[in-house]
Nanobody, 124 residues
Framework: QVQLVESGGGLVQTGGSLRLSCTAT????????MGWFRQAPGKEREFVAA????????YYAEFVKGRFTISRDNAKSTVYLQMNSLKPEDTAVYYC?????????????????WGQGTQVTVSS
C-alpha cells in the first residue's frame, strides 16, 4: 500500500550536519504520524523522533533533543530529519517509519511501514 524511500545519508565529520528525507508513495501519507529510528552496529534499534499527522506535535529521544529536528511536507508526502552537531555516536543506519495512527503516542503507536534504511557515518 505504501512504500517509503529514504535519501540523504552519508559521511560527515563531527559537528557537521545532514538532512535525511523520506518520501512516501500512496495517497494517505497526510493521515498518519511518522517517525525516525536508528540502529548502530551491535546495538538494538532505538527511537529517534516522531511527528504528528499535521506537524503540530513533535517528539524526540533525549539524546538528540536540541540537535535534531523532524518536519514534514504533506503536499510532497515527505518527512525530514535535520541533524546538526553530529557526533560519532550518531553513526547508525537510520530508518523512516509510518505510524498506524494520526497522533504519536509512545504507549499506543505501532509503526507498520518502514523504509530501507540509510547509513549515517560521523567521523571523529
Amino acid at each position: 500500500q505504501v512504500q517509503l524511500v529514504e535519501s540523504g545519508g552519508g559521511l560527515v565529520q563531527t559537528g557537521g550536519s545532514l538532512r535525511l528525507s523520506c518520501t512516501a508513495t500512496g495517497r494517505t501519507f497526510s493521515n498518519y504520524a511518522m517517525g525516525w529510528f536508528r540502529q548502530a552496529p551491535g546495538k538494538e534499534r532505538e527511537f529517534v523522533a516522531a511527528i504528528n499527522w499535521n506537524g503540530g506535535g513533535t517528539y524526540y529521544a533525549e539524546f538528540v533533543k536540541g540537535r535534531f529536528t523532524i518536519s514534514r511536507d504533506n503536499a510532497k508526502s515527505t518527512v525530514y530529519l535535520q541533524m546538526n552537531s553530529l557526533k560519532p555516536e550518531d553513526t547508525a543506519v537510520y530508518y523512516c517509519a509510518g505510524d498506524s495512527r494520526a497522533y504519536y503516542s509512545a504507549a499506543s503507536s505501532k509503526f507498520v511501514y518502514w523504509g530501507q534504511g540509510t547509513q549515517v557515518t560521523v567521523s571523529s
